[in-house]
């Protein structure tokens, strides 16, 4: 598997600027699997042998610090991933409350992802939005000052964009 | 001198992200000064010296002093890595300036550069700030465009560049020597001090570690001078500051005043007050490492000094502020799950010890908890300050030994009566001290 990924010419453009950046080749292991991660979608084994592989870095290593970071996408994670932030500014104003309704809208517990494959839930660890608690960031985006009904609303609004299969 | 506000005074307009923004209110005039020939790289080091300007991402380390330390005659590249992993829970200012004012940034790393004589710059913003990664690559963008970046910054004849280098969630990355080892490629474990990065930082190079906020204040140092720079609030810890407000207020946000605005006024006058017309029970007032405040110890001045000698710290200056009705051992068994999951696990009194902080307080808030317990969780924080490579260990334990101390009414009721109330209301068939699972 690991040798049908590539990078298109684009993305390889960018890897290519990226080492000019750095003094030393392995400094660009963190955004080079960033451009994998938006490249094939998600970061598991064989988008790790890809990168270890372009950067002739031992993959053991790669993976070794894939999995010491929280943020990068997983394997199996779904098309919307839905971070609950759970630590103390936003418990105090009702986070516990976020993530029980959306385990009552989708049937999942944080950790898990629907059988459709469209939503995962995670509860996260402070996302520096405090002020306007509680708050969640869904893929790339923060929702901020969430009520119950945002909570619906939302995952409304993502339940018709799968459908019209847009993000 | 009225106060005036360098970072929020523009926040409102829509365009005052931009470089044409930036540049029409006086932006890069202080850094084209600075860059100059005529400018000494030492009168710019001591002129922060004399401000006495103060780190803002938490410890409070003189920037002039800092800088000071790096070595003049070194045939090393010198770097300058800018911490934008803000992740101390309860803070949210530096993401404000890069969302808000990302030339102000740039234009302090310019002048930090110049001073130091470095040529080449790391921005570590965290990863999940994906906006405000793309305020700031527009604004480099901008910057290389206009020559104010690149082989020939401002006209200078100094080769300086900037990269912004995105983080991958890890809490432990905002702590320098962690940053300095992800920075390279690598998981990101903090490293035994000394060396300094100052003298062996990033690829084992002179390398200086200043937060996002702290380089911000650089333009209007030099616009002001030292002086006046070091009337504002008190001498020793001076300038204007960026507090963030949170928790169980009516207007949380970040506000920005003079170092020295008395806690009280910050959260009553700024923040609209305690909500819903409750009571104070506390406040966490620099971040959640710091040691916690009861209602009774919250006339006290927010500067370094100040918060110092009442026994806790400004740190980054995030006040998380707790209402009557919080359950502090809810309050922190949340903060202890924090720590236990951002530990690197490299050391064994801060991989083990955050652990068992945690699950103590996990066992006294859901009715497992016993009276010797309290006793415990003192003897692990004591087998844990000053026992580690970094201080994560030490930010843990702080406020475990300080809510435990402060608030330990709250421990026993939780004890006597079969957990917090909290936990209790979700789990009401579950009576007294019985119950068996977790």
């Known amino acids: 598997m690991a040798d049908t990924l590539s990078f298109s010419p684009t993305t390889m453009k960018q890897y290519e600027w990226l080492l000019t950046r750095y003094p030393t080749r392995r400094a660009a292991l963190l955004p080079t699997l960033r451009l994998a991660e938006s490249e094939f979608g998600e970061i598991g084994v064989p988008e790790m042998r890809y990168v270890a592989d372009l950067m002739e870095i031992p993959p053991a290593f790669v993976f070794g610090v894939v999995t010491f970071y929280t943020h990068y996408r997983r394997a199996g994670t779904g098309k919307y991933h839905i971070q609950v932030c759970s630590t103390l500014s936003c418990a105090l104003r009702g986070s516990e409350d976020v993530v029980t309704r959306i385990t009552e809208r989708l049937g999942i517990v944080p950790g898990e992802t629907t059988d459709c494959g469209l939503f995962s839930l995670s509860k996260v660890e402070c996302l520096g939005s405090c002020d306007t608690a509680p708050m969640l ?3 790339d985006d923060y929702h901020e000052d969430l009520s ?6 939302l995952i409304e609004q993502l339940r018709e964009s799968a459908k019209g299969g847009s993000n | 001198m009225a106060f005036r506000k ?19 209110h006086g932006g890069y005039e202080q850094a084209k000064a600075a860059l100059s020939k005529r400018k000494k790289p030492d009168a710019l080091i001591d002129l922060v010296k004399a401000s006495n300007l103060r780190g803002r991402g938490g410890a409070g380390f003189p920037t002039g002093v800092k800088w000071g330390f790096v070595p003049k005659a070194t045939d090393k590249p010198k770097y300058l890595v800018v911490n934008a992993d803000e992740s101390e829970p309860g803070t949210f200012k530096d993401r404000l300036i890069m969302e808000k004012c990302p030339h102000l940034l740039l234009e302090g790393i310019l002048i930090c550069c110049k001073a130091v004589g470095i040529e080449t710059a790391y921005i570590y913003i965290r990863g999940e700030f994906v906006f405000a990664t793309e305020r700031l690559q527009k604004a480099i963008d901008e910057a290389y465009d206009e020559g104010f ?3 020939n910054a401002l006209g200078s004849g100094q080769r300086i560049d900037v990269t912004v280098h995105r983080g991958a969630g890890a809490y432990i990355c905002g702590e320098e020597t962690g940053m300095l080892t992800s920075l390279e490629g690598d998981r990101g474990n903090p490293k035994l001090k000394p060396p300094f990065p100052a003298i062996e930082g990033v690829f084992g190079c002179p390398t200086v570690v200043n937060n996002v906020e702290t380089l911000a204040n650089l333009p209007y140092i030099l616009e002001i001078g030292a002086d006046a720079y070091r009337a504002i609030g008190p001498e020793n810890s001076p300038g204007p500051k960026l507090f963030c407000v949170s928790g169980h207020v009516e207007n949380p946000g970040t506000f920005e005043l003079p170092m020295g605005v008395p806690l009280r006024t910050l959260i009553d006058k700024h923040a609209g007050g305690v909500w ?3 009571k104070l029970k506390a406040v966490i007032p620099g971040g959640s490492s710091a040691h916690v405040l009861t209602a009774d110890e919250c006339d006290v001045a927010m500067d370094i000094e100040s918060l110092a000698a009442a026994g806790t710290m400004l740190g980054s200056a995030g006040v998380i502020v707790m209402d009557e009705t919080t359950c502090m051992v809810d309050a922190m068994l949340n903060v202890m799950r924090f720590y236990h999951h951002e530990s690197c696990g490299q050391c064994t009194p801060c991989r083990e010890g955050t652990g068992w902080l945690a699950k103590i307080t996990h066992r006294i808030a859901h009715g497992e908890g016993r009276m010797e317990d309290l006793d415990l969780i003192q003897d692990v924080c ?4 000053g026992k580690t490579i970094c201080a994560l ?3 843990a334990a702080f406020p475990a030994e300080s809510i435990v101390k402060k608030f ?3 421990f026993e009721s939780a004890i006597q009566n079969g957990g917090s109330p909290a936990w209790k209301k979700r789990h009401p068939s579950v009576v007294g001290g019985t119950a068996s699972h977790a």
């Open chain 1, 137 to 139: 960031q869904m893929n």
């Open chain 1, 148 to 153: 119950i009904d945002d909570v619906d609303q």
């Open chain 2, 6 to 24: 360098i970072f929020t005074q523009h926040i409102q307009k829509k365009t005052c992200h931009t470089m044409a923004f930036y540049k029409k």
């Open chain 2, 149 to 151: 970046l690149g082989n």
């Open chain 2, 276 to 278: 819903k017309g409750r």
């Open chain 2, 382 to 385: 004591d087998r844990m300050v």
């Open chain 2, 393 to 395: 260990a030490d930010a």
């Open chain 2, 408 to 410: 330990k009414s709250d």
